[in-house]
């Protein structure tokens, strides 16, 4: 069997149905296999995946386990797989009809490469959108005399980070010596911390620049989400920490990749920041602002070393929020969401 489509599934049942038409309805003809985690959800989705099991009994297998969050549930799939290639899908996002045909031809025209990487589309409220950039318009060979494009881009963008637009063989994630029970308590980024190593083992990787997964946002789900009690939660320090762990077996370990990183960080960072200030009620705004901003940072940024490559916005809320100028905090905010109103009134006003 040459693919396996990990679905690690909790608390989905508006979605999972879209989610595993998708996958059932595609246009490759061969053998392939669906496995669904439930992760020990509470509402009907562990019974909507025995009824797909039930009725689709050659193509899908469900692994029932306690609630232990997503690096243990795509664990528990890479562990059940039985294919040549894995690939993942989140239970609330869906694949084009096309994905596994479009990764099957790229696999026998390059030769059975290890990785192939593919774009993905933006879904909401039934309508899908393009994304703007990408890593390659053309298809693309990444082997061990170029793949420092790839680890830059992992360094710098958003390009290659999520494993849903990746199908890899299943020999590497299941080579890949990290203890990740150390980590089921982290919910955020997670898909980056294993794309590094995934990507470093990796000897040939194809990127094909077509669009075969659809992303779904949601912006009730996103006000959910930024809630005081889970900024802890929202930390990506592991994955600087493990990217400082890497560098140097890129031949990357110098000043001018740590300046990359550690700007990334501040921008992500206060990205963070930013969401939590607009989403929460405006009663929990003094939590957000108290809370410790550094503590998500790397020692040289807490410690404000000049970085040119940090984003001038992200540096001074940085150091507003340091200084507790809680005025300034509160009128940039104003304005922005002013300027955001009026956009949307002028898109409005545009499409009439």
């Known amino acids: 069997m040459k693919f396996s489509i990990l679905v690690p599934v909790y608390n989905v049942e508006q979605y999972l149905e879209q989610c595993v038409e998708s996958l059932l309805n595609q246009t490759y003809k061969d053998e392939y296999e669906i496995i669904l985690v439930d992760d020990g959800s509470t509402d009907s989705s562990g019974r909507i995946c025995d009824d797909y099991a039930k009725n689709h009994p050659d193509k899908i297998k469900v692994i029932h386990k306690k609630n232990q969050g997503l690096v243990s549930a795509r664990q528990a799939g890479i562990d059940a797989a039985e294919s040549e290639y894995s690939l993942f899908v989140d239970s609330d996002d869906f694949a084009e009809s096309n994905l596994l045909e479009a990764v099957n031809d790229c696999i026998d025209r390059n030769d059975n490469p290890d990785m192939v990487i593919y774009s993905f589309r933006y879904y909401s409220n039934g309508r899908t959108t393009e994304r703007k950039n990408t890593l390659s318009t053309d298809e693309k060979v990444f082997t061990n005399d170029n793949k420092k494009e790839l680890y830059e881009a992992l360094i710098s963008t958003t390009f290659i980070t999520s494993l849903w637009t990746k199908a890899v063989k299943t020999e590497i994630l299941r080579n890949d010596p990290t203890d990740y029970s150390l980590y089921y308590d982290k919910n955020m980024a997670e898909d980056w911390f294993r794309s590094i190593p995934l990507i470093t083992a990796s000897d040939k990787i194809v990127y094909i620049n077509k669009p075969l997964y659809c992303y779904r946002t949601n912006e009730e789900s996103i006000s959910r989400s930024f809630r005081p009690e889970t900024i802890g939660k929202k930390n990506t320090l592991y994955v600087y920490d493990r990217f400082r762990e890497y560098l140097p077996k890129w031949g990357m370990d110098d000043e001018e990749y740590i300046q990359k990183l550690n700007a990334r960080w501040l921008n992500e960072t206060m990205y963070t920041f930013s969401m939590y200030y607009e989403n929460v009620p405006v009663k929990d705004r003094k939590t957000v602002l108290e809370y410790d901003w550094s503590s998500m940072l790397p020692d040289d940024v807490k410690n404000n ?48």
């Open 305 to 352: 070393v000049p970085n040119l490559l940090e984003n001038k916005t992200s540096h001074k809320i940085y150091n507003k929020i340091t200084n507790k100028n809680v005025l300034w905090i509160k009128l940039y905010f104003t304005k922005k969401k002013l300027y955001k109103n009026y956009r949307k009134f002028k898109a409005r006003l545009l499409n009439r």
